[in-house]
């Protein structure tokens, strides 16, 4: 892929500014989107859930419109890019959660870059969760102001590290309260033009971290709802996600606070929804299934939109809709066109938002994860397995009627066989796309332990690679490894990040790039405790973390190209070399 290409198309197309008067800009709506990570669509109490109290978002869906029937993907990363591009995740590129299978192919043009380019100031805080490396960054992608992480999932929420613009920082207290802040600071700065700010928190998705106020409110309570399958739920982690579930709604009344206290209430759109099901087995409407799962329980979200004097307070929208009509539906109530030529799978519901009665033609929504898939229409879904469920009589998909109504089931298994051809024509079997390193437009990349490859003995802390260090690195014949492409050749500096004990201290390595090489020695320990567990309300399932020390190796030229880039220890003198969570390059040339 010729990466430069696209560079320059990715600039002249999607991040100038049109010529659009300041008056004109004035004029159009701010737009403020709200996503919860791993909220069910039961963790609200306008839902119906008595275990918790969300006054904040209730009170959201009261002064806007709600949506009956929302459908996002079964997990995160294929919801943020459908978000992002009003595409099927398939068709973007993203096949996974981690190690590069979340990112989205570069010639996909997204909802930031739409607003940019109608001359909106462009924001997110939180997790972004669709590429690291720029030009995956969302820093590349239109936002001109990033504040979170780029990983799946984190291991600590209190005063952690963090990325802005690209640069390693650390965060202040908890994680959800610091990006709401940031938000809010964010939007009084541009108070007086318009923005698109994406609010985008990473709870209450695991490990199950939340202040005390929030836990001491939930741990008293007596969990009255329960799953379907009470035999499944471990009340202990349903109470910490109820009490991040309260978190996040405090966090959105201040943020609603702040809109209304700068006077922007009437010209701010705001859209509040979740990625996926819930994360653990609780209360969500008696529907089956959960995260992961590609039944309604897995896939239906919430979705609140206000706009006050534009939409109707209080109304209700029975028609099913999916996160892929978000971008042509934000860009439709902001006057925006959308010019690209990739064909959307999403629809504008500005008709529904705004119109009495409008004619709506019928649709499908499908989703898929993992081989896994299903349909829904308006009235019935079919499930992975071809069986029929009327969810407008029957969302907890109890009675099948597939052997009833045949030939509605045959017609849908139809569509959904064709629709699965097209997923295996776009969908590659194998991801061949090497990590980028030497953007031209920007001078840090990021190749954490997550992107890397381990040989040797070497290990990962943890199954789930996203928040994950390598350990165990004890012989000269281990090596870490990229597969990476430098886009533009150059002189970078290098930092990795460690942590060693001091009865090691001494080995030293080398990173290797071609015929290129840098040499390092680990001369200071850092042998810090693991971290999390103090925090943790239930016990985890991810990697516990540490605090990793700097190291800065010095300067390596990389020669444009494609080939491995690699970590390899030289000399051992103690027991091990050293934990290795990430490293940076920062061009200098």
């Not at 709600?66 to 943020?80: A, E």
Request: aromatic share 12%; glycine share 8%; hydrophobic share 35%.
């Amino acid at each position: 892929m010729k990466y430069e290409f696209l560079f320059l198309i990715m600039t002249v197309l999607f991040t100038g500014c049109t010529n659009n008067s300041k008056q004109q800009q004035g004029n159009r709506p701010n737009v403020v989107v709200i996503l919860a990570d791993d909220q069910g669509w039961g963790d609200l109490s306008c839902n119906g859930n008595t275990n918790l109290q969300t006054p904040a978002i209730d009170r959201l869906a009261k002064d806007g419109a709600s949506f009956k029937w929302f459908y996002v993907c079964p997990v995160c990363s294929p919801t943020r890019a459908e978000f992002l591009t009003g595409r099927y995740s398939f068709r973007s590129g993203v096949r996974s959660t981690s190690t590069g299978g979340e990112r989205m192919n570069l010639d996909e043009k997204t909802i930031a870059q739409v607003f940019k380019n109608a001359g909106y100031a462009t924001a997110i805080f939180g997790k972004w969760h669709n590429g690291m490396q720029p030009p995956y960054h969302p820093n590349a992608r239109g936002f001109d102001e990033f504040y979170g992480f780029c990983s799946g999932h984190w291991g600590n929420y209190f005063n952690p590290m963090l990325e802005h613009n690209g640069r390693l920082i650390k965060g202040h207290g908890y994680i959800a309260n610091d990006l709401t802040d940031h938000a809010m600071e964010y939007i009084t700065k541009n108070k007086n033009h318009p923005f698109f700010v994406y609010l985008a928190y990473n709870t209450p998705h695991s490990p199950m971290q939340v202040p005390d106020k929030w836990w001491n409110n939930l741990q008293s309570r007596k969990i009255i709802l329960r799953n379907r399958d009470p035999e499944k739920e471990d009340t202990s982690f349903t109470k910490a996600a109820l009490a991040m579930c309260e978190n996040v709604d405090w966090n959105v009344g201040r943020l609603l606070k702040k809109i209304d206290s700068l006077g922007l209430k009437k010209n701010t759109i705001v859209v509040y929804f979740s990625d996926n099901g819930p994360n653990s087995w609780r209360w969500n409407g008696n529907m089956k299934g959960k995260k992961g799962w590609t039944d309604e329980g897995g896939v239906r979200s919430p979705l609140f939109i206000r706009w006050p004097g534009k939409i109707k307070t209080g109304k209700e929208i029975t028609r099913i809709a999916g996160v892929v009509d978000l971008l042509p539906t934000l860009a439709d109530l902001a006057g925006i066109s959308i010019k690209t030529k990739k064909k959307l799978d999403g629809r504008s519901l500005k008709p529904l938002l705004m119109g009495h009665d409008p004619e709506w033609k019928d649709r499908e929504l499908f989703t898929y994860w993992r081989g896994n898939m299903s349909l829904r229409t308006q009235k019935y879904r079919l499930d992975k397995e071809g069986r029929l469920f009327d969810i407008e009589k029957d969302p907890g998909q109890n009675h099948d009627l597939s052997g009833e109504k045949p030939e509605v089931a045959a017609r849908l298994m139809k569509k959904l066989s064709t629709w699965k051809s097209t997923v295996s024509a776009e969908l590659p079997v194998k991801d061949n796309r090497p990590f980028t390193v030497g953007y031209p437009a920007f001078r840090f990349a990021q190749l954490p332990a997550r992107d890397g490859v381990p040989h040797g003995h070497i290990v990962r802390s943890n199954r789930f690679p996203n928040c994950s260090f390598f350990t165990h690195w004890i012989s000269t014949e281990d090596s870490i490894t990229w597969d990476v492409e430098v886009l533009k050749k150059g002189d970078f500096d290098v930092t990795i990040y460690y942590t060693c004990p001091e009865k090691d201290v001494g080995s030293s390595f080398v990173l290797r790039f071609g015929k290129n090489k840098l040499s390092g020695k680990i001369t200071i320990p850092n042998d810090p405790p693991l971290r999390g567990m103090e925090y943790d309300r239930v016990k985890r399932m991810e990697s516990y973390v540490k605090d990793f020390k700097p190291l800065k190796m010095g300067t390596i030229h990389l020669q444009k190209g494609r080939g491995l880039l690699t970590l390899k220890a030289l000399d051992i003198p103690g027991s091990q070399v050293m934990d290795f969570r990430l490293m940076m390059l920062n061009r200098v040339k």
